[in-house]
């Protein structure tokens, strides 16, 4: 059996084992929304999904309506939240991540796939302007936003405001 072969048989069973299923097994459901996020922000950048420091690589590039361009070449972090704790919604494992890339992704699927909102902030600016809270001795581990993006609360501000200041559609603009 190749390796192809396998993978599709994997997938069929993950599928029959999630179809069968009357409750979410929180650590699949995570990782199968950080691998959409990935193949999202690689289909929004003209990108593909790479296995190294960072997770996807821009192929062309592509300008959004904020203003920001991602360049060809351009390597980006993506995190994919689909929960929130107590109205906060939280990328982990940051920290090796600061000089490993040019853009960080915030994908946030906390309301629903019909309700995703996607942030691609410059990793300098990110992790410059960011307030982070240390874990496991790491000082740029977590960066948290408000899940109401402030509208019903006052949770860290700042990084609300960093994410809506670079929020983009889900449609390539170029």
């Known amino acids: 059996m190749s390796i192809?072969?396998?993978?599709?048989?994997?997938?069929e069973q993950q599928h029959k084992a999630i179809s069968e299923s009357d409750k979410v097994n929180a650590e699949i459901a995570k990782s199968m929304a950080g691998n959409e996020g990935e193949r999202m922000i690689a289909r929004l950048v003209n990108g593909k999904v790479?296995?190294?420091?960072?997770?996807?690589?821009?192929?062309?590039?592509?300008?959004?309506?904020?203003?920001?361009?991602?360049?060809?070449?351009?390597?980006?972090?993506?995190?994919?939240?689909?929960?929130?704790?107590?109205?906060?919604?939280?990328?982990?494992?940051?920290?090796?991540?600061q000089d490993e890339c040019d853009f960080v992704a915030l994908i946030d699927m906390t309301n629903?796939?019909?309700?995703?909102?996607?942030?691609?902030?410059?990793?300098?600016?990110f992790f410059?302007?960011?307030?982070?809270?240390?874990?496991?001795?790491?000082?740029?581990?977590?960066?948290?936003?408000?899940?109401?993006?402030?509208?019903?609360d006052e949770k860290r501000t700042s990084n609300t405001n960093l994410f809506k200041a670079y929020e983009v559609n889900y449609e390539r603009i170029n």
């Open 50 to 97: 790479v296995s190294r420091e960072f997770d996807v690589l821009s192929i062309d590039g592509a300008t959004f309506s904020n203003g920001i361009t991602v360049r060809e070449g351009d390597r980006i972090e993506v995190k994919t939240a689909i929960y929130q704790t107590n109205g906060s919604i939280t990328a982990y494992s940051l920290d090796s991540k």
């Open 4 to 11: 192809l072969e396998t993978y599709k048989w994997l997938s």
């Open 112 to 125: 629903g796939k019909d309700n995703i909102r996607i942030s691609i902030i410059p990793a300098d600016l």
């Open 128 to 152: 410059d302007e960011g307030e982070f809270n240390q874990s496991k001795g790491k000082a740029k581990n977590r960066f948290s936003w408000s899940g109401s993006y402030n509208v019903s």
